[in-house]
C-alpha cells in the first residue's frame, strides 16, 4: 500500500483494482504501436506506466489525506454492486472498504470526501447499498461539490448509456444533507485547496496539499496517463472539451514542474507519483 509524506500531511492511496488497459479506451484510434513510438521518445515512460507491449498500466484507486484532524477522501472509485455499461465495472464485490479500514481509515472515520470529478470511476463508494437503498458510505463527512460541476451532471447524459452515476452516487448525498456546493478555487483549511483544471470536465479540479514547505498534487483526470505528461496537447477521448483540457495542461505544468513538487497522478500505475522537470515540448516524471 502505497503512502506518502508532504510535511505533517500523510497521502495514502487504497487501490481498487490496477490492470492494464488498451490505449484506445483513453485515447481514440491509438495504437500498441504508436505508444510504443511515443515511448521510445520519452523513454522514462517505461517500465512504470507503460507495458513492453504498449498498454498503459493504470489503476482506479481513492487517496486518503490525513493533517490534523481531517482525513480526506479524494476520488472514491467505482464502488460495489453499481449497474455499469462497462462489465468489468458492474456488480463489484470488493474488498474495498475492508483495505480502507485495514490502512487505518474506517469509513466512519473519513471527516470530508473530495470528488476532482463527478465521473463514474471518482464516484463510486459515494454510497453503498443497503437493503436495496442507496445510502452515504461514509456518514461522518461532509461531501463537497464544485458548484459547476454538480450542475454540469445533474442535467447531463451519462458517460456511458444505461448509466444513472448521478442518481446512485451524488444524488443520494444530496439528499442525506450531507452534500456542499462550494467554489472550483474552494480552501478546505491552511494545507488543502483545489486548483481548478477544467477541460476533462466542466468543473474539474485538482487538490493541492501543502505543509511545512512541501507541496504535493493529486491531479484527478486532467492527465490520466504520464503519456499526456510527455506530451501535453494529447487528450483523453472522455474530456467534455479537449481544448480546454489542453490548455489547462498547458497552463499549469509549467508551475508544477519545479522538480520539487509531488505530482500524484490519480489513474497512474505504480509508483504512481514523482516529480516534474521540462523535457523538450512537454515534461517527464521522475519517480
Known amino acids: 500500500m502505497l503512502s506518502w509524506n508532504i510535511g505533517r500531511a500523510k497521502i495514502t492511496s487504497i487501490v481498487e483494482s490496477e490492470t492494464p488497459t488498451s490505449p484506445r479506451f483513453m485515447y481514440k484510434d491509438m495504437t500498441k504501436v504508436e505508444v510504443l513510438q511515443r515511448a521510445e521518445k520519452a523513454p522514462w515512460l517505461r517500465p512504470h506506466f507503460i507495458s ?6 493504470q489503476k482506479i484507486q481513492c487517496l486518503i ?11 472514491t472509485c ?9 462489465e468489468l465495472w458492474s456488480h463489484l464485490q470488493g474488498p474495498f ?4 479500514t485495514k490502512a487505518g481509515y474506517p469509513p466512519e472515520s473519513i471527516t470530508h470526501v473530495v470528488c476532482t470529478h463527478l465521473h463514474v ?14 445510502v452515504p458510505t461514509f456518514p461522518n463527512a461532509r461531501y ?12 447531463a447524459e451519462s458517460l456511458f448509456d444505461g448509466e444513472d452515476v448521478f442518481g446512485d452516487s451524488v444524488a443520494p448525498i444530496a439528499a442525506a444533507g450531507l452534500s456542499d456546493r462550494v467554489a472550483i478555487d474552494h480552501r478546505l483549511s491552511d494545507n488543502l485547496c483545489f486548483q481548478p483544471t477544467p477541460g476533462h470536465t466542466p468543473g474539474h479540479i485538482s487538490l493541492v496539499i501543502e505543509s511545512e514547505g512541501e507541496k504535493a498534487i493529486i491531479t484527478g483526470d486532467m ?23 489542453r490548455t489547462t495542461r498547458r497552463a499549469v505544468f509549467p508551475g508544477w514542474a519545479d522538480g520539487k513538487t509531488l ?13 516534474m522537470s521540462p523535457d523538450g515540448d512537454g515534461y517527464k516524471l521522475d519517480v
Open 263 to 275: 505530482i500524484i497522478g490519480t489513474h497512474f500505475g505504480s509508483p504512481t507519483a514523482g516529480t
Open 52 to 57: 513492453d507491449d504498449g498498454y498503459l498500466l
Open 97 to 100: 472498504l475492508e483495505d480502507m
Open 121 to 134: 470511476d471518482h464516484v463510486g463508494w459515494n454510497t453503498r447499498l443497503v437493503d436495496g437503498e442507496w
Open 144 to 155: 463537497l461539490f464544485v458548484d459547476s460541476e454538480f450542475d454540469h451532471w445533474e442535467t
Open 78 to 86: 467505482i464502488g460495489n454492486d453499481k449497474e455499469r455499461t462497462n
Open 223 to 245: 492527465t490520466h496517463n504520464p503519456l499526456q505528461i510527455a506530451d501535453p496537447d494529447l487528450s483523453s477521448m472522455f474530456d467534455t472539451d479537449m481544448d480546454a483540457a
Open 65 to 75: 489525506v490525513e493533517i490534523g484532524d481531517f482525513k480526506v477522501a479524494v476520488d
